[in-house]
């Protein structure tokens, strides 16, 4: 059983710059989160998707947009990045529902200078 | 809402020494609690989590925690702990975000070094 894989593992971006992060769920998982973990810092929700649909999401601005495709495999689109944007991105696949727990990837640090 | 609040934001403590990492927990619905450990440069992996039944969850490397809906608590523990262990420490609470959607809100993280 495979489990979550995302690439890249570390990217290093500018300011106003945008970027794709992507994620492949393990098997038979069907939705996917992200989180954000700024140093030193708990990660954050940023949204979730089941089934190709954003249903959920935290405290995060507009231009963090994400895709869910019929694999359930996803992407994280940041646009107009800003300094604070770096962060360890983590995305975590789950079957669904209450209490199920979720299983996360190994991250994408992303750096924005 | 949800809110988890982990007391100490580092604990060293000696190999085989017993250990407890405090975390606290609010929440307006029904709770499930989770442990997540984190090792350096790497995501994070679940230690054990709580949905309903017996207070008392153990993972399968010795930590157990306890959920004490009176004092809102979800502290972890280890009567003896390796090297190994060293790593940061996350507790989370699972609430609705909506749209049938739940979401992991996590407290800040202790890191847990083992002393030789």
């Known amino acids: 059983e495979t489990g979550v894989t995302q690439s890249p593992t570390h990217l290093i971006k500018t300011r106003g710059q945008q970027v794709t992060l992507r994620c492949s769920s393990q098997?038979?998982?069907?939705?996917v989160s992200w989180y954000q973990q700024a140093l030193g810092q708990g990660p954050q929700f940023i949204f979730q998707?089941?089934?190709?649909?954003?249903?959920g999401r935290g405290n995060f601005p507009p231009r963090f947009s994400g895709l869910q495709f019929p694999n359930y495999s996803s992407e994280l689109d940041v646009n107009a990045l800003e300094l604070d944007d770096s962060a360890l991105y983590l995305c975590?696949?789950?079957?669904?529902?209450?209490?199920?727990?979720?299983?996360f990837g190994p991250g994408t640090r992303l750096l924005v200078l | 809402a949800q809110s988890v609040t982990q007391l100490d934001s580092q604990v060293p403590v000696f190999e085989e020494a017993p250990v407890e990492l405090r975390c606290n927990y609010s929440s307006s619905v029904s709770v499930y609690l989770f442990w997540y450990v984190q090792y350096p440069n790497q995501g994070l992996q679940l230690l054990l989590k709580?949905?309903?039944?017996?207070?008392l969850v153990e993972s399968i490397n010795g930590f157990e925690a306890e959920f004490n809906k009176s004092q809102t608590s979800f502290h972890l523990r280890k009567p003896s702990v390796h090297i190994s262990d060293t790593a940061e420490y996350f507790c989370a609470v699972m609430g609705p975000s909506g749209a049938g959607s739940y979401q992991l809100t996590f407290g800040k993280g202790t890191k847990l070094s083992v002393i030789p």
């Open positions: 975590a696949s789950s079957p669904g529902g209450v209490g199920e727990t979720q299983y």
């Open positions: 998707y089941y089934r190709e649909e954003e249903n």
């Open positions: 098997s038979g998982h069907n939705t």
């Open positions: 709580y949905l309903s039944g017996s207070t």
